[in-house]
Structures are given as structure tokens and as C-alpha cells.
């Protein structure tokens, strides 16, 4: 896939020659003016705390200082990153279950496996006490409104 790419890109740059064919030529513009690449003198050095590089584009923690630019832009991302991304999924996957859901599905199992090795029913109809239950006499229940 990366070839039929680079071939499409390739006969795109020969403008009409087919792709098979080898494009050899590059076109680099160059520039005529001689003050474009002028060294910094002693003088503006001084002028200047800072002395900006030519073709420095800043990761856009410090636009003056690349030093500080770089060292912040490295730290973010290590913390972000590392810290954060990795260790954070490594504790979060790893952690203990908070709810037991996992402990109430075995539990479940277990019981269910009990229950058909004794020949009861897999749910117990009687699972509370029915003597325990007090239930509302008819008098509560006539005055009562049943919302469905």
C-alpha cells in the first residue's frame, strides 16, 4: 500500500510521466538574497538575552527559551504519559474489585452447583421465612392507592 502511495506521489511530481518510470529530478528553491543567511554580530549577541535559532519551532511552553521549551515539553509528556497513561491503567486493571462482583458471581456459582448436586430447586420459593413476614391487614391495603 505504502508503494502504490509513493508512486501516485511520484507520477503526481513528474506531471505526466507514468509512475514506473524514475523521477530523479527535485526542485529545491534556493534563494538569491545573501542578507537572508547574515551571522549575528558580537554586538546584537549582546543586545539580546536570548538568540533565537534560525529554524526553531517551539513545542508552545516557552516561545524564548528552547532549553526550557524542551525540558517542560519532555517532563509533560513523561507525566502524562508514563505516569499517568501506563501506571494508571496498570492500577486501575490490576485494583481489587470495589463492588465484589466478581466474588458475588462465584458465590452464585457455587451455590447453584450445590443446590443440583442435592437435588433442591436451583431457587427457593420459601428463601424468607413466610411466619417471619408481617403482611398489612385488609383495612391498610382498601385505603391504599395502587399505581401501576
Same mark, same amino acid.
Given at each position: 500500500?505504502a508503494y $502504490? #502511495? /509513493?508512486?501516485? =506521489?511520484?507520477?503526481l /511530481?513528474? /506531471?505526466? =510521466?507514468?509512475?514506473?518510470?524514475?523521477c530523479? @529530478?527535485?526542485?529545491i528553491?534556493?534563494? !538569491? +538574497?545573501?542578507?537572508?543567511t547574515?551571522?549575528?554580530?558580537?554586538a546584537? +549577541?549582546? @543586545?539580546?538575552?536570548?538568540?533565537?535559532e534560525k529554524?526553531w #519551532?517551539?513545542?508552545?511552553f516557552?516561545f +524564548?527559551d528552547r532549553?526550557t521549551d524542551r525540558?517542560? #515539553?519532555?517532563?509533560?509528556?513523561f507525566?502524562?504519559?508514563t505516569?499517568c497513561l501506563v501506571? !494508571?491503567? &496498570?492500577?486501575?486493571?490490576?485494583?481489587?474489585?470495589?463492588?465484589?462482583?466478581?466474588w458475588? @458471581?462465584?458465590e452464585? &456459582?457455587?451455590? $447453584?452447583?450445590?443446590?443440583? @448436586? $442435592?437435588? *433442591?430447586? *436451583?431457587?427457593d420459593?420459601? *428463601?424468607?421465612?413466610?411466619? +417471619?413476614?408481617?403482611?398489612?391487614?385488609?383495612e391498610v391495603l382498601?385505603?391504599?392507592?395502587?399505581?401501576?
Open positions: 500500500m $502504490l #502511495m /509513493r508512486a501516485c =506521489t511520484l507520477g /511530481r513528474c /506531471r505526466g =510521466t507514468s509512475p514506473i518510470s524514475s530523479s @529530478q527535485r526542485f528553491s534556493t534563494s !538569491g +538574497k545573501n542578507n537572508e547574515a551571522p549575528v554580530t558580537a546584537e +549577541k549582546v @543586545q539580546t538575552s536570548v538568540v533565537e529554524n #519551532m517551539s513545542y508552545g516557552d +524564548k532549553a525540558n517542560v #515539553m519532555h517532563s509533560t509528556f507525566t502524562s504519559v505516569l501506571f !494508571g491503567t &496498570f492500577i486501575f486493571m490490576y485494583a481489587p474489585d470495589p463492588a465484589l462482583h466478581n458475588a @458471581q462465584r452464585a &456459582f457455587l451455590e $447453584l452447583r450445590r443446590r443440583e @448436586q $442435592l437435588g *433442591l430447586p *436451583l431457587i420459593r420459601n *428463601l424468607v421465612d413466610p411466619a +417471619k413476614i408481617e403482611l398489612p391487614s385488609e382498601v385505603e391504599t392507592e395502587i399505581v401501576i
